[in-house]
């Protein structure tokens, strides 16, 4: 197999596989996927940066082939900028984990605090209460006259 197909090939299983962990509904599926997806964008960089062989050398009076500085300078910083979207990422879900299963499990029943009517309970009872309310805010009103 010739080597550009085989870097190719790489990069079409690693893109496939991002784009599909991706579109996942599962948080750590979609941190998977992203980090995938940024070792393929790194790869097609470094493929389309040329083969070394044949180029004049950086250096004046310099010999062999050499690999232009620029593409891995990129690669490089897209590393780290991964790396750190990658640990952002981290934290959200353990944030988000946190959060998910601090609350009471999901087969627990809420009790109703003292004093509070259930919604059902309460619904025919809401005008009566609003106009006690509104009776005694009326009356409080006049009494501070």
Do not use: W
Request: aromatic share 6%; proline share 6%.
């Amino acid at each position: 197999m010739n080597h550009q197909l085989e870097i190719a090939l790489l990069i079409g299983i690693l893109m496939s596989a991002a784009v599909f962990l991706c579109l996942s509904r599962r948080l750590p599926h979609i941190l998977f996927g992203f980090l995938l997806l940024s070792n393929g964008a790194n790869l097609i960089v470094l493929a389309v940066s040329g083969d070394p062989s044949g180029c004049a050398p950086a250096v004046v009076g310099g010999e062999g082939p050499f690999v232009d500085p620029l593409p891995q300078a990129l690669i490089l910083t897209a590393i780290v900028i991964g790396f750190s979207v990658a640990a952002y990422l981290t934290i959200f879900l353990y944030r988000h984990f946190l959060d998910e299963n601090r609350g009471e499990p999901s087969g627990a029943k809420l009790e109703t605090p003292r004093g509070v009517a259930n919604r059902s309970e309460s619904q025919g009872s809401t005008s009566a209460s609003s106009e006690r309310t509104a009776s005694a805010m009326h009356s409080s009103a006049e009494g501070g006259q």
